[in-house]
């Protein structure tokens, strides 16, 4: 407080020091004439302030924008790890849907289910050729019916879930999505490497093959198994 209260005074005293000498020198000027206003500018300019006043603007600016600055980090580092977080919640997520779709698929149901199409089909076939005269005929025809109808019923239902029964003779084999059970002789209009016979039906669920077809595949007579 001292060293600031000295340089005002001093600052004060200037002018009228230098005024004082110029009236000596080439006679006497007013204080508040313009030569003595830029002597007292130039001899104020010439003197820097102490250090005593404070920081500079540059330096008030500087603080500023790093203040600033750690704020936009803080910002996004809080976003960063909300991303980090909402990225984590969906990955779970998705896992557990992939868990789901494996434990409840149909694919497996489905496969249970043509083992049941498989028996119905052979019971309506031997029930068709083995009816006898009399009341027994009567009573079979009514199971050949029921069992006819449920047949239906059960195509119909693998019709609205994607899964269809394959129908490969007269088809190029296809390890895909057949079975190799034998070899047999090409008959007439039977091109060899073709199936001939279908010994189980195959099955796809919306276009995949979930049941190879077992089938025989023609050949040439000197290459028969």
């Given at each position: ?23 000596d ?16 500018g ?50 779970r997520?998705t896992?557990?849907c992939?868990?789901?779709a ?15 199409a ?10 068709s ?48 999505e ?7 002789p ?40």
């Amino acid at each position: 407080m001292a060293a600031r209260l000295l340089w005002a005074v001093r600052r004060r005293m200037q002018p009228l020091l230098a005024s004082s000498a110029a009236s000596d020198g080439r006679g006497w000027l007013h204080p508040f004439s313009t030569a003595t206003q830029r002597t007292a500018g130039e001899d104020c300019n010439s003197e820097d302030p102490p250090d005593e006043l404070g920081p500079s603007l540059a330096e008030r600016a500087l603080k500023l924008k790093a203040v600033k600055l750690e704020k936009e980090v803080q910002d996004l580092t809080v976003r960063y790890q909300r991303a980090i977080a909402d990225g984590e919640n969906i990955r779970r997520r998705t896992q557990r849907c992939v868990e789901d779709a494996k434990i409840f698929g149909i694919q497996s149901f489905c496969k249970d289910l043509v083992e049941v199409a498989d028996i119905l089909e052979k019971t309506t076939e031997c029930i068709s050729e083995e009816t006898e005269p009399g009341e027994q005929k009567l009573i079979l025809e009514k199971i050949f019916r029921g069992l006819s109808l449920l047949e239906a019923k059960l195509k119909s239902v693998f019709a609205k879930h994607g899964l269809e029964k394959m129908t490969p003779i007269g088809d190029k084999y296809d390890p895909h999505e057949h079975e190799l059970i034998c070899h047999v002789p090409a008959g007439v209009g039977v091109q060899p490497g073709t199936v001939a016979l279908v010994r189980q039906d195959g099955y796809k669920l919306h276009g995949r093959t979930i049941r190879l077809a077992q089938v025989e595949v023609a050949v040439e007579s000197q290459r028969r198994l």
